[in-house]
């Protein structure tokens, strides 16, 4: 089993809309979650990072993480088409273990 | 405070040449990750190092892949006699503590002929 599973997609939302990426991650003793954005060509951007359980919120992002359901999702409201990008769920253990990203498309 | 620097942000090789990719964290960070991304592919995780310290390697191919953190300077990502399927960008990523957040390089595209 992976460390961290997340839907391949590509997920394809209007503008807009609100976008849901959702991540699994299998080590119990995980204690931090980032969401990393990667723009084809470029490297990962870091655009939140959650610590405890429930909502964090940052302008139209949102990240929930729940560690009973050894979850973590992002919200995106008001998706744009430059949200258009890969999304990367990561989790730490000893280590940062990454997600192989959700594609999405934000549709004009 | 400037990023994450890495170097060069191109590189060709010949096959059997050695190619070293160096990577400058953050000020104040003393760990570093090195991740290899083919293209349309995630993210894979190579080596994780501390100061002066190897603290995970288990991503890196036993031979010919090597990596350091000396105490004063950059880590050094090192591929010896380099073949084709060694092509791909490779990215550093910089913190200043475990379990804190990472900051990545821009990366260096890796192209061996």
């Known amino acids: 089993q992976k460390e961290v599973e997340q839907n391949s997609g590509p997920l394809s939302v209007p503008e807009g809309a609100i976008a849901s990426l959702n991540c699994t991650y299998s080590d119990r003793v995980s204690q931090s979650f980032f969401w990393y954005r990667q723009y084809s060509g470029k490297s990962p951007e870091l655009i939140m990072s959650?610590?405890?359980?429930g909502d964090k919120e940052d302008g139209r992002f949102t990240a929930q993480l729940n560690k009973a359901s050894q979850y973590v999702s992002l919200l995106i409201r008001d998706s744009q088409p430059s949200d258009s990008a890969t999304y990367l769920c990561a989790v730490t253990g000893n280590q940062f273990y990454f997600g192989t990203g959700t594609s999405l498309t934000v549709i004009p | 405070n400037a990023g994450v620097m890495q170097n060069p942000r191109h590189l060709v090789r010949r096959r059997g040449q050695e190619a070293r990719l160096r990577c400058s964290p953050m000020?104040?960070?003393?760990?570093v990750y090195w991740y290899r991304q083919l293209p349309e592919e995630g993210l894979k995780f190579m080596v994780y190092l501390q100061k002066e310290n190897i603290i995970d390697e288990s991503g890196m191919p036993k031979e010919r892949f090597s990596a350091e953190f000396p105490k004063e300077g950059p880590s050094i990502l090192r591929i010896q006699q380099v073949v084709r399927g060694d092509s791909a960008a490779y990215f550093c990523?910089?913190?200043?503590?475990?379990?804190?957040?990472?900051?990545f390089g821009q990366g260096t595209r890796l192209t061996v002929v």
């Open positions: 959650i610590y405890s359980n």
């Open positions: 000020k104040g960070h003393s760990h």
């Open positions: 990523a910089s913190s200043p503590g475990i379990r804190i957040e990472a900051f």
